[in-house]
């Protein structure tokens, strides 16, 4: 009767999860995010345009790209909901960074949901870019080109100014823009030469008293991401120690299955994370070839060390229930569906106790949990 009752129980409880999961979950936002093609397009035209290059037949990188320093300070202020049609319509959130690269020459560019670019640098030779003549007269009419959406970055955006600089021996103006819609304020900066767009980029501020609040909670969040670090270090030392003074090694084979799985994960991410370096990090004295070596190379030694580490615990583990006669693996199947029944039930009660949490405090602070990453909140980012 009891182990009925038992049973039953394992059943109830991960049905009780999945429900209150699918209740509390957060609320998520559908992706507007331009298709690739679309996006590199829209690139392409741009910089034939504006810097007289055609890049259609360049190398071509491509990555999703979202402030995460301004996202994630709006988080801690708990005005994330309050803002982010600004941050859509700004190209802070369901953006692309897109990077063209040909020989020792590079082109990164950045397009947002509306199709506006909002970030460019443009790695060329001046004299190049001087085959082209500018396609534009003053800063306004630069303003009304680039603006695509009535509510986008450029139509919210002030001329507020211009410069001129001088360098290697060529003249380059600078206009300034300022876009602002409470608390969000963002400085667009751009470099033109012989009317020909080579540099667009922006600093953004938050306009609040309580910037103070928001660092500290920042800061935490740091040292808390640090403690994943300083436990897999702990439970090494902790691993190698129960090693040395049981003197066996039992499950030996079912340690290196479970460390094989986690290098194996870490390796199938290798093409994102190189296209990831290429985009942001590409150094021109460095050719694709070598940027890919150095990508596998670090992600099979990530892979390796995350590895290790399942691997030697595991061992530990499955020596020390060896000795204290815990039984282990005796009732594989019955075990698997144990740990998925708690861990379906644990999500469901987690999410229903983390929402009651936001409620009852009135804000999105929300501590680093693996529940509810910050990451998964931040992509699906949109507009109300």
Known sequence: MMTTIIHLL?????????????????????SLLLHKKEARELAVQFI??????????????????????????????????KVRHILYHWGLVESWRIRFVRENRSVIIGIN?????TFYTANLSKKEMAKHK??????????KELAVSDNGLWAASQFTGAGRKE?????????WYIAESQPVRMKITVEIHNGQIFYIGSEQEILTEDIETAVKKEQMESTLNMTGVLASCLAVI?????LINLRQNAGITASILLGAVLFFCNIITIKEDIQLSIVNTYDSRLSIKTVYALGILSAILAGLATGFVVYICSLAGHSLSNVL?????????????????????????????????????GCEFLPSCPIVPFTCQALHLNKD
């Open 10 to 30: 394992w059943i109830i409880l991960p049905i009780a999860g999945t429900f209150l999961f699918y209740k509390f979950k957060p609320k998520t936002y559908e």
């Open 48 to 81: 034939k345009r504006y810097s007289g290059i055609d890049v259609s037949d360049w190398d071509f990188y491509a990555m999703y790209w979202y402030d995460r320093n301004t996202v994630n300070m709006l988080h801690h202020l708990g005005l994330l909901s």
């Open 113 to 117: 949901s509306n199709g506006e670019i």
């Open 134 to 143: 500018g396609a534009f007269s003053s800063p306004e009419q630069l303003k």
């Open 167 to 175: 360098e290697d021996l060529e003249n380059i103006e600078t206009y």
């Open 238 to 242: 902790a691993a190698i120690i129960i």
């Open 325 to 361: 006669q815990i039984a282990f693996f005796d009732n594989a199947v019955w075990q698997f569906f144990v740990g998925l029944s708690v861990g379906i039930g644990c999500l469901g009660f987690f999410q229903q106790f983390f929402h009651g949490w936001k409620r009852k405090i």
